[in-house]
């Protein structure tokens, strides 16, 4: 029976890598490398012109286009095509930007080539994949951070955080205000007390906090 293997575009600016990339994939019985590019541009062309692959792998040090801004740009024309970083540069200093701008996982090229093997085969799978330092360093840092807003969000009083939820809820202070039965001159305390114990600098400020942390909390 006739396996379809999935295809890997590589996009590196150095042609010796790209070709020991290829053969590395090509190696293997379920993936095969779909196409190669030298730089963003390139890379980006051959996406449109031909049915997508399955993968991409992109280095982040490219000639014209470079790595982040392909994967910012193949985030939006192709949501669905996961990328993988394969870098010289050092995971902690890039492996989150990388992320926070549409990849789904980050090897860097001094490590063997079953990690990067087993790095494609769990992003197929539409998991994220990072080395374990990585992986706890980010963790440590998310739960640091939500604890810190929990911290914030405890200092509220009853009324404030009501005021807080009515606020991620889409409520303007005149509604809040009929809403709990209270003036205006009293919705707009609250709002200015809430500001300050968040440390949130202007009323948008407020709104998009509010936004996310009822998104967050539901």
Same mark, same amino acid.
């Given at each position: &029976?006739? %396996?379809?293997?999935?295809?890997?575009?590589?996009?590196? $600016?150095?042609?010796?890598?790209?070709?020991?990339?290829?053969?590395?994939?090509?190696?293997?019985?379920?993936?095969?490398?779909?196409?190669?590019?030298?730089?963003?541009?390139?890379?980006?062309?051959?996406?449109?012109?031909?049915?997508?692959?399955?993968?991409?792998?992109v280095d982040l040090s490219l000639k014209t286009l470079s790595?982040?801004?392909?994967?910012?740009?193949? !985030?939006?024309?192709?949501?669905?095509?996961?990328?993988?970083?394969?870098? &010289?540069?050092?995971?902690?200093?890039?492996?989150? @930007?990388?992320?926070?701008?549409?990849? !789904?996982?980050?090897?860097?090229?001094?490590?063997?080539?079953?990690?990067?093997?087993?790095?494609? @085969?769990?992003?197929?799978?539409?998991?994220?994949?990072?080395?374990?330092? &990585?992986?706890?360093?980010?963790?440590?840092?998310?739960?640091?951070?939500?604890?810190?807003?929990?911290?914030?969000?405890?200092?509220?009083?009853?009324?404030?955080?009501?005021?807080?939820?009515?606020?991620?809820?889409?409520?303007?202070?005149? $509604?809040?205000?009929?809403?709990?039965? @209270?003036?205006?001159?009293?919705?707009?305390?609250?709002?200015?007390?809430?500001?300050?114990?968040?440390?949130?600098? $202007?009323?948008?400020?407020?709104? @998009?906090?509010? %936004?996310?942390?009822? %998104?967050?909390?539901?």
């Amino acid at each position: &029976m006739l %396996t379809l293997k999935s295809q890997v575009l590589i996009v590196d $600016d150095h042609a010796m890598v790209r070709q020991g990339l290829a053969m590395l994939v090509n190696a293997e019985p379920d993936m095969e490398a779909w196409g190669h590019a030298e730089d963003g541009s390139e890379a980006i062309a051959k996406l449109e012109s031909e049915d997508p692959p399955d993968i991409v792998l992109v280095d982040l040090s490219l000639k014209t286009l470079s790595g982040m801004d392909l994967i910012k740009s193949v !985030r939006v024309m192709f949501p669905s095509l996961p990328m993988l970083v394969v870098s &010289m540069h050092d995971e902690n200093a890039y492996a989150e @930007r990388a992320l926070r701008a549409g990849a !789904r996982g980050y090897v860097m090229k001094d490590q063997a080539s079953e990690v990067l093997i087993e790095a494609i @085969r769990v992003v197929l799978k539409g998991n994220y994949y990072l080395s374990e330092t &990585m992986h706890t360093k980010l963790f440590a840092r998310l739960f640091a951070e939500n604890s810190q807003a929990e911290l914030l969000i405890n200092s509220l009083t009853p009324s404030e955080f009501e005021v807080l939820h009515l606020i991620g809820s889409g409520h303007s202070s005149r $509604d809040i205000a009929a809403l709990l039965n @209270r003036s205006i001159k009293t919705i707009e305390v609250h709002r200015a007390n809430i500001r300050g114990k968040l440390k949130l600098k $202007d009323g948008a400020d407020l709104m @998009r906090y509010a %936004t996310h942390w009822i %998104t967050a909390a539901h």
